[in-house]
Structure formats: structure tokens, C-alpha cells
């Protein structure tokens, strides 16, 4: 083999070696294992595994608030979580500040009621907490929380919270604590629209229609399920139409949670509740005409 041939051969081999480096990588990583998928969810199989279950993650959410762990609180929540009280709407950013800023302790919860709906959990429960907000110490006494709760991510988390706590009388709501994407927000007011009027024009059918089974409710007169707010409608009298403004709506996979503050006078029996605005909120599980709802929080209260 003459010196030119023994050339050739050396560089053939050397113009291989990086196609053949790239293979072996390219085999490697081909040869990787996919990341596990998240487990996926077990429900209970009756309405005691609910409660069990429904107790345990609201316990957790407190211990959390009450060690003012916002790490902690972060991963029970969702990214489009919002939590609703007498002050207004806050975003999960707003919430985690508000938990570092404010105060809660000896939270007790009791009287929990925790039913499915497709694929959330909703919660309803009564916590006495020594409460501060913004400076403001709210009433020990037991008040009526509602949550909404999905397992995303192999885990738990929350998509709303409103809480029925707040001081005697009920002072002028604020502005909510986020701005929101428009088009999201738009979307949330087309659905709430509807809900409201049908309640309000006492279209009966469609108000039923839009009422999830195992969708619960907390107001003034404390935890309602679904029967409960169909009978409530038959007996409500609202002399004027319903306005919203402030309307902040986001998104948690198949729910869309909308607060906003709502103006209307309502009369129940012997209750009359004012045209003051008021915090108001509603989760809709579904999009459009055939979008269901499964919580609503109505903060306002009787002078």
C-alpha cells in the first residue's frame, strides 16, 4: 500500500468519526426513558371518602396559612387560582402576599359538606380562625368557606376559595387585586350574564338547567346545595335587574372561575339584601350553552 492510499484511508476514517459520534448520541437519547406520567386521580367511593378527603386538604391549606408558609400554599393552588372574600377578588400572586402580610390562627374548621362534580371537588365547611386582612381583625365566630379543588399534576390543588368572614356591617368592597386578561374576562361576564338573569326573570328551567348536581353555594344564610337555591329562586324578588363591574374571570383546565361585584337588591322572606355591590363569586365547569355551575359565593349581607 503506496503512502497516498494509507492517506486516503486515514482521512475517510477521520471524516467518520463525528457522523459517528452523532449517532451514538442520537441513539443515547433516543434510548432515554420518557418522565413518568402523573398518577392519575382515585376518588372515593362514597360520601364519607369525600368528606375524609375533602377535610384532609382543607386542613392542609390552613396549616399553611397559619405558618404564613406561602411555599407550601403555592402548591395547593392553581395557576388561575383566585380567592374571593368581603374586600374582592385576589390572584394566586395577590393571595401568596396576603398570606405573608396578614394573620391567621387557631383555625377550626367543622360542618364540612365536600361533593363531586365531574372533575372537581367542591368543599364547603364553617372555620372559626383568629383573622387579620389588610390590617382589618375580622370575627372569630364560625363563617362559611367554600374551595374548589382538581387533581392536576399528580397532586391536589385549588382553583377558588371565598370565605363568608368579614366585619359587622359589611363594609364597601375594594377593587380586585389583579387586572386580568380581557379576553378572559369578557368571557367569564358572557357566562355569569345568563345565570344571573335567569335567576333574577325567574326562568326556572334554564336556571335548573345551568345547576350542576353536587354544586354547593355559601351566602349570608350559610351552606346551600343545589335543592336549596332552586327553592330559594321561587321566593326571590329582585325589583331590579343585576349589574357587574370589576368582572375577573380565569381559567383552571375544564373550570372557568369568575368574581365580580354585583349589584342586586334581593328580597328572601323576611331578608332583604341591598343593591349595595358586592363581592360575588361563580365557578362554571364547561364552556358556553352547555357550561354548568358548580359554586357560587355571594358576600352580601342584610343591613
Same mark, same amino acid.
Given at each position: 500500500?503506496?503512502?497516498?492510499?494509507?492517506?486516503?484511508?486515514?482521512?475517510?476514517?477521520?471524516?467518520?468519526?463525528?457522523?459517528?459520534?452523532?449517532?451514538?448520541?442520537?441513539?443515547?437519547?433516543?434510548?432515554?426513558?420518557?418522565?413518568?406520567?402523573?398518577?392519575?386521580?382515585?376518588?372515593?367511593?362514597?360520601s364519607a371518602g369525600l368528606t375524609?378527603?375533602?377535610?384532609?386538604?382543607?386542613?392542609?391549606?390552613?396549616?399553611?396559612?397559619?405558618?404564613?408558609?406561602?411555599?407550601?400554599?403555592?402548591?395547593?393552588?392553581?395557576?388561575?387560582?383566585?380567592?374571593?372574600?368581603?374586600?374582592?377578588?385576589?390572584?394566586?400572586?395577590?393571595?401568596?402576599?396576603?398570606?405573608?402580610?396578614?394573620?391567621?390562627?387557631?383555625?377550626?374548621?367543622?360542618?364540612?359538606?365536600?361533593?363531586?362534580?365531574?372533575?372537581?371537588? /367542591? %368543599?364547603? *365547611?364553617?372555620?372559626?380562625?383568629?383573622?387579620?386582612? &389588610?390590617?382589618?381583625? $375580622? @370575627?372569630?365566630?364560625? =363563617? !362559611?368557606?367554600?374551595?374548589?379543588?382538581?387533581?392536576?399534576?399528580?397532586?391536589?390543588?385549588?382553583?377558588?376559595?371565598?370565605?363568608?368572614?368579614?366585619?359587622?356591617?359589611?363594609?364597601?368592597?375594594?377593587?380586585?387585586?389583579?387586572?386580568?386578561?380581557?379576553?378572559?374576562?369578557?368571557?367569564?361576564?358572557?357566562?355569569?350574564?345568563?345565570?344571573?338573569?335567569?335567576?333574577?326573570?325567574?326562568?326556572?328551567?334554564?336556571?335548573?338547567?345551568?345547576?350542576?348536581?353536587?354544586?354547593?353555594?355559601?351566602?349570608?344564610?350559610?351552606?346551600?346545595?343545589?335543592?336549596?337555591?332552586?327553592?330559594?329562586?321561587?321566593y326571590t324578588k329582585s325589583p331590579?335587574?343585576?349589574?357587574?363591574?370589576?368582572?375577573?374571570?380565569?381559567?383552571?383546565?375544564?373550570?372557568? /372561575? %369568575?368574581? *365580580?361585584?354585583?349589584?342586586?337588591?334581593?328580597?328572601? &322572606?323576611?331578608?332583604? $339584601? @341591598?343593591?349595595?355591590? =358586592? !363581592?360575588?363569586?361563580?365557578?362554571?365547569?364547561?364552556?358556553?350553552?352547555?357550561?354548568?355551575?358548580?359554586?357560587?359565593?355571594?358576600?352580601?349581607?342584610?343591613?
Amino acid at each position: 500500500m503506496n503512502l497516498a492510499t494509507r492517506a486516503s484511508i486515514v482521512a475517510f476514517v477521520l471524516a467518520l468519526s463525528p457522523l459517528a459520534a452523532a449517532l451514538a448520541f442520537s441513539t443515547n437519547w433516543a434510548q432515554t426513558p420518557p418522565a413518568a406520567p402523573a398518577p392519575a386521580v382515585s376518588w372515593p367511593s362514597d360520601s364519607a371518602g369525600l368528606t375524609a378527603l375533602g377535610t384532609k386538604l382543607v386542613n392542609a391549606w390552613y396549616a399553611k396559612v397559619t405558618a404564613q408558609d406561602a411555599d407550601g400554599a403555592k402548591a395547593l393552588m392553581q395557576d388561575g387560582f383566585q380567592w374571593m372574600n368581603y374586600q374582592g377578588a385576589l390572584d394566586r400572586t395577590g393571595t401568596l402576599a396576603a398570606i405573608k402580610a396578614g394573620s391567621t390562627a387557631s383555625a377550626s374548621v367543622s360542618d364540612l359538606v365536600a361533593t363531586r362534580v365531574g372533575d372537581a371537588l /367542591v %368543599v364547603s *365547611c364553617q372555620v372559626s380562625a383568629k383573622e387579620t386582612i &389588610g390590617g382589618v381583625t $375580622l @370575627p372569630t365566630a364560625a =363563617a !362559611p368557606r367554600l374551595s374548589v379543588w382538581q387533581w392536576v399534576d399528580g397532586a391536589w390543588r385549588m382553583a377558588a376559595l371565598g370565605s363568608m368572614n368579614m366585619p359587622s356591617p359589611r363594609p364597601a368592597s375594594g377593587l380586585p387585586g389583579f387586572a386580568g386578561e380581557r379576553a378572559v374576562n369578557e368571557s367569564g361576564l358572557a357566562l355569569l350574564k345568563p345565570f344571573i338573569v335567569a335567576q333574577v326573570s325567574k326562568d326556572f328551567d334554564k336556571y335548573d338547567a345551568m345547576l350542576a348536581e353536587g354544586m354547593q353555594s355559601v351566602n349570608f344564610k350559610g351552606q346551600k346545595v343545589r335543592a336549596d337555591l332552586i327553592k330559594g329562586a321561587h321566593y326571590t324578588k329582585s325589583p331590579t335587574p343585576a349589574a357587574f363591574t370589576e368582572v375577573r374571570a380565569t381559567t383552571c383546565g375544564g373550570l372557568t /372561575v %369568575v368574581t *365580580c361585584s354585583m349589584a342586586l337588591a334581593v328580597s328572601v &322572606g323576611w331578608s332583604s $339584601l @341591598p343593591a349595595d355591590p =358586592a !363581592p360575588f363569586m361563580v365557578v362554571f365547569q364547561g364552556s358556553g350553552d352547555a357550561a354548568k355551575v358548580i359554586a357560587t359565593v355571594n358576600t352580601n349581607q342584610p343591613k
